[in-house]
C-alpha cells in the first residue's frame, strides 16, 4: 500500500472520528448501562457475550474482562445477555439514568427440550464485522476426540477451515498460507513463541486452565500486531470466587490437577494448575543400575497459576503467569555419551482494569514472555552446548470507548523490549575452548499505536475501521559481519555500542471490515488488512523444531509485509440452528525468508545468521466452506478448504516461483457429536488433506566413491494425502445411582457389623459437588499410516552392483486406543 | 571439524531409540512391576519409532548431467574424474556412467596442459583424465576447462599456502588399548579464511580416503593452537569396509603405520567439500532437510574443481 493510500485512509478515519463526537452533541438525553456479565456458580467473566437491547436489536459484546456499555436514549428497555451453554439473562430496564448491571449468567439446564429454545440474538455469525474469527469454549473443545485423552486446543482449530496442521506430530499450524511465524499466539496477553511438547504431540495449553479461545485468521483488528497470519487469543480461567474446587484427570501418560478458590469471596479467586508426563516416573525405579535407562527418560510439565482482585468497583488487578518445560536426557555410561535437551516457555502478566466512567474502559498490562531452548551433548572429554531464545519484556495500555449503541472505539499503545539469542554454542575438547564467539543477544525495540471503530453506517452497513503505526528499532552491542559477495569471507566487522542504532523500521497498518446484512440470515462481509511483522522464525529442518530460531529484523532482513482480502457470504438456517459461510481470501507476503541451499546450522556462529538468509515473496489464495450445526442433540460441523499458497525466491529454485511445503490443495474437517442420554455422550472427528508438498531426489552422482544426491524442484513433489478418523465416548455416572449404591454398600457394612442401619447419611455435599466422569478414546480407528516424514534410504553398494534409492515414509501412530479418568469436586 | 562432533550428531540421529528398545527387550524383568514399567517405556518408544515402510511417490524425470571431479595439488599435475548422473527413475547403469570422450583442459593463464584418459587403479574411479605438463605451485590459480556431451564447462581454483601440521600421533580410545584415532596438534595460523581437508591411508590401502567430517574451515578456530582427532576414513569402494560387526571399523590399529595428508583448499572448494559432508550426513536421516552440494563449476555441471595445498605426515604407533 502506497503512502498516499495510507494518508486517505487515515482521513477516512478522521471523518468517522469527528462524526462520532457530532452524535455525541445530539444525543444529550442518552444513558448508559454497563457492567459486568459473569457465571453465577463461579464468578468467572463471560468473554464476548451478547448484550443488546430487545427493542432496537442492538447491542454489543463483553470485552476480554466480561465488561458491556450500552448508550441508547432515554426509555424502557429490556435488556438481553446470551452466551452459549447459559439460560438467557433478560431484565427490563427504565433507562432514565446511567445504570451499573451486573449479569450473573446460569448454566443451562441440559434437556433437548430446552437447547432448542434458542435466542433471537445467536445470529453473531451472520451479524458481527468480524471476518474469519472464530471464538470456542472449552466445552465444546473438550468434546472432540482428543489424543491420548488430553485434550488439545490447538489440534482443535486446525480443524476449522482456512486452518492448517503441519502434519502429526506438529502442533506448527498454518492459517491462510501464512508461515508457522506469523501466527500470534497470546496466552492472558502474554506471547507463547512455541506452542509445542515433544516434537509437537501436546500443545502447551492445559485444558483445565483454560476459559475460551478466539481465532482471528483474517480482517485483524486493529489492537492486534506484529504478525501477519493470525491471532490465537487464549484466556486462562480465574478461579471461582464462590468456592474451593478442585478438579483433575488421570491418563495413560499424563495426569493434571486443578485447585481454584476464592481469596475472598465474590472479590478475588485464584488458580493453579498442573500438568506432567511421567513415563519416566515410572520406568526409572525399576530400571537396573547402570543401564543407560537408570539415568535417562522424557517428561514435559505445565504450570498455570492466576489470582485476580477487585480492589473496588472500578479497579481490578490480575497476576497469572505460565511455566513449562520439556526435558530430555540420556546418559549412557558404556560409551561415555550424554545428551541434555531442555526447552520451554515462562510468561508473567500483570494487569489492571480500570473503569474511569461508564463508557470507558482500561486494561494496563505489564508482560514478560521468555522462550529457550538448550541441546548439550557430550563424549570422551568432548562437550558440545547450543542455545537459543527468546525473551520480551512488553507494557501495553488497551482503552476501550463505547459513546453510543452505534460506535466502539479502542485505541491503544504497546511497547516491546525484545532479546534474542540466536544460536549460540559452546564446544571444548579438554581444555580447550573453541571460538565459538560470545554468547549474542541482539536488542530491539518494538512499539505500536492503534485506533479503531466499530461503528454502524446504517441499520444494514456495519464498518470496523482501525488503524495502527508500528516500529522497530534493532539495538547494540551488535558485530555485524560483512561478507565479500565473491569469496564469502568476513571483510569486515562493524561494532555498534551498547544502544546504538543498527536499523529501524515503522509504518502505517490499515485495517477495515465491512459487513452488509442481507437481511436477519444472511450477510456479506469484506476485509482488507496490512500488516507489518518483524520478527522472523527461520527454520532449517523440514519440520518445525523446538530448534527453530526467532531472528530480528536487521539490516538485511526487512520487516515482513502482509496484505490480505477476504470476502465472505454468511447464512444461518433453521432459526440459527445452522450457520453456514463461504470465504474467499487472497494474501500477498514480501520479504519471506528462507536459509540459502546448503546452509549448515554451524554457519550461525561467528557470524550472523542473516548472511544465511534469502529473501522472496509469497502470495496465498483459497476458498472456505463452512457448516455447522450449533445446538440439539447431534451437532458438529463440515469445513473444506480449497488453497494455493506459493513462494517465489529469487536465490531458490533457479527463480522459479514453488509451491510452500504446506501447500495444501484440499482440506476436510468433519467434527460429530451426539448426546445420547445423560450419561453417555459420542463424538467422532475425520480428517483429510493433500499431503506436503516435499523436495525429492532427482538423480544421483559419485563424488570420491561415494553416491550423493541431486535434488529436483523444490517441493515438487507430494506426500501421500494425510487421513484420520477418532471416536471417543464420555460416560458420566449418574450421581443419584452413585449415591444409592454408596447407601447400599454402607447398609450391607452396618447390617453385617449389626449397628442400626437408619443412621447411614450420605453427606450431602459429597453428592452435590463431586462429579466423575470416563473419557473412552480411539485415534485413529482405521490405523492409516500417514506419513510424518519422507526419507530417501540409499541400499547396496556401487562396488557389489546393487545400489538403489528408496523412498521411506515414517508413521507415527497406528490406532491407538487410550483411557482418562476425570474428577471433580 | 574433529571426530567426536560427528560422532555426536550422528548418535542423535533416529537409529538411537531402536536400539534402545532392544537393548529393553534383552535385559530380564525380574518382577511383575519391573516388567510393567519397562514395558510403558517400551510402548512409549515403540510408538515413537514406529513403523517405516517403503512408499512409491512416482518420481519421475531427471536429466543425466555431467560431473567433473577435479584436483591439482602442489607439485603434482592435475587429474580430473568426468561422469554423468543417473536419474532416480533408472536402474543405476555403470557403463553409461563413466565419460570417456572428453575434452579436458587446465590452464595455469600461460600454459595449457590437454589432460589424457588413463587408468589408475588407485583412484576412487579407476578412469580419469590426467595432466602432465602443468604442476601445481602454491598461490596459483588455474582454469579448467571440459568439453563432454556437446557442452562446455569452466571453472577456477586456487592452490593456498599449505600449513603443516605441529605433529601427529596415534592415541588408544579407551576401553580399548589397542585400537584408537590418529591425533594431530595445529597451530591455526591468525587471521580468518583458511580451509583444511584431512587424508589418511594405512600402508594397506588403496588411496588417502578422507573420513566425514574431514574439510573445515578456521571459522571457530581462527588462531588457535590445539589437538584434535580424527577416525578412519572408509574406502566406499571395498564391500568388506563396511562390514557394522568388524570392530576395528573407523579404528586405527597400535600395528598400523598410518600416511597423514593434510590441505589448505579455497573457499568455493571448501563450500563444495562441506555441503558434499552434510549431504551424506543427512542423507537417510528422517529429520534433514535435503542439502543441495554447492558445485564451483560453471555451465551446468555437477561436482568440484580444487587446487590442495598440501603437506605430509606418518604415524608409526608400534615405533
Redesign the interface.
Known sequence: MSNSSHITFFLIMSFFLIRINNIQAQEKKSFTISGYVKDASNGEYSIGANVYIKELLKGTNTNQYGFYSITVDKGTYHLVVSYIGYQDFIREIVLDKDIHLNVDMKMEVITTQEVEVVSEKSDKNVTSTSVGAVKMDMQEIKKIPAFMGEVDILKTIQLLPGVKSAGEGNTGFYVRGGGPDQNLILLDEAVVYNAAHLFGFFSVFNGDAVKSITLTKGGMPAQYGGRLASVLDISMKEGNNKEYHAEGGIGLIASRLTIQGPIKKDTGSFIISGRRTYIDVLSKPFAKPGSPLKNSGYHFYDLNAKVNYRISDKDRIFVSGYFGRDVLSFKDKSSEFTLDVAWGNSTGVVRWNHLFNSKLFMNTSVIFSDYNFRFGAGQSGFEFELFSGIRDWNAKVDFSYFPNIRNEIKFGANYIFHTFRPTSVSAKQGDVTFDFGNVKKEKAHEAAVYLSDDFDVTDKLRIHAGLRYSYFMQIGPFDRYVKDPISGQTTEIIHFTSNQKVKDYGGFEPRLNIRYQLNSKSSVKASYTYNLQYIHLASLSAISLPTDTWVPCSQLVQPQKGTQYSLGYFRNFMENKYETSVEVYYKELQNQIEYKDGSLPSNDVNDNADNQFTFGKGRAYGAEFFIKKRIGKFNGWLGYTLSYTKRKFPELNFGREFYAKYDRRHDVSLIASYDLSKKWTFSAVWVYSTGNAITVPVAYYIIDGNFVTEYGDRNAFRMPAYHRMDISATYTPDRNKQIERKKQRLTKRYEKKGKDVSAIVVPKKWAKNYESSWSFSVFNVYNRHNPYIIYFANEGSFATGDYKAKAKQIYLFPILPSVTWNFKF | M?T??N??VN??KFP?LPK?RD??WR?P?PNF??????G??FL?IT??I??????????V?????I?I?GSIENGKPAKVIV??????SQ??D?NS?LVTDAKVYVSDGIIIDTLTLGIDSFA??PVLYNGSVVIGVPHQTYYLTVVADGKTYTAITTIPEPIALDSVWWKP??PSDTLGWAWAHISEPPG??NAYKWFAKRSGDRRYL?PFGSSFDD????G?S???AYNRGS?????TA?DPEDITRGFYKHSDTIYIKFCTMD??TA?FY???E???QT????????????SNINGGA???WGGFGCTYDTIMPAH
Open positions: 574433529p567426536e562432533r560422532k555426536i548418535t542423535y538411537l534402545l537393548k529393553l535385559e524383568a512391576f519391573r516388567g510393567l514399567g519397562r510403558m517405556f512409549l510408538f515413537l514406529n513403523c517405516t515402510e517403503d512408499v512409491n511417490l512416482g518420481v524425470g531427471g536429466e543425466k548431467k560431473v571431479e561422469t554423468r548422473s543417473s536419474p532416480v536402474a543405476i555403470v556412467i576412487s574411479l580410545q579407551p580468518y579464511g578422507a571459522k571457530f578456530i581462527d588457535k590445539f589437538d584434535f574406502d566406499p569402494n571395498d564391500p563396511n573457499h568455493n563450500l562441506t555441503t558434499y552434510a549431504a551424506m542423507n537417510g536421516n528422517p529429520f534433514a532437510s535435503p542439502v543441495s552440494i554447492i555437477l561436482g568440484v
